[in-house]
C-alpha cells in the first residue's frame, strides 16, 4: 500500500522531491505538498483504492504523511489494515 501511495504522490501531488526520498511520517505539506495537490492525491487514493473519504476524514492530518493516507485509508477499507501497519517495534517502511 505504501508505495502505491507514494506512486499517487509522485504522479498526483507534484512535489520537489520524489516520494521515495520521504519517510513514511514526513509531513508532505513541509516537503512541498500544496492544499491543491493534496486533494488531487486524495481523489487518485480513492480511486486507486476504489473507497470514498468520508467527510470527517476530508482534514489536513489525514493527508499530512505517508503513514497518515495509509491508516486513513485502512480506516475506511479495514482489510488494508494488515498492509500499512508496521510489526511490533517497527517504523512504517515502504516495501522495496
Given at each position: 500500500?505504501?508505495?502505491?501511495?507514494?506512486?499517487?504522490?509522485?504522479?498526483?501531488?507534484?512535489?520537489?522531491?520524489?516520494?521515495?526520498?520521504?519517510?513514511?511520517?514526513?509531513?508532505?505539506?513541509?516537503?512541498g505538498?500544496?492544499?491543491?495537490?493534496?486533494?488531487?492525491?486524495?481523489?487518485?487514493?480513492?480511486?486507486?483504492f476504489?473507497?470514498?473519504?468520508?467527510?470527517?476524514?476530508?482534514?489536513?492530518?489525514?493527508?499530512?504523511?505517508?503513514?497518515?493516507?495509509?491508516?486513513?485509508?485502512?480506516?475506511?477499507?479495514?482489510?488494508?489494515?494488515?498492509?500499512?501497519l508496521?510489526?511490533?517495534?517497527?517504523?512504517?517502511?515502504?516495501?522495496?
Amino acid at each position: 500500500m505504501l508505495d502505491t501511495i507514494r506512486e499517487l504522490i509522485d504522479r498526483h501531488g507534484k512535489m520537489p522531491v520524489p516520494a521515495s526520498d520521504l519517510a513514511d511520517d514526513q509531513e508532505l505539506f513541509a516537503a512541498g505538498l500544496d492544499a491543491f495537490h493534496a486533494v488531487r492525491v486524495m481523489l487518485a487514493v480513492e480511486d486507486a483504492f476504489e473507497i470514498v473519504f468520508p467527510e470527517h476524514m476530508l482534514n489536513r492530518a489525514n493527508f499530512a504523511s505517508i503513514a497518515a493516507i495509509a491508516l486513513s485509508v485502512a480506516e475506511v477499507f479495514p482489510s488494508k489494515l494488515q498492509t500499512c501497519l508496521p510489526s511490533k517495534g517497527q517504523a512504517l517502511e515502504h516495501a522495496a
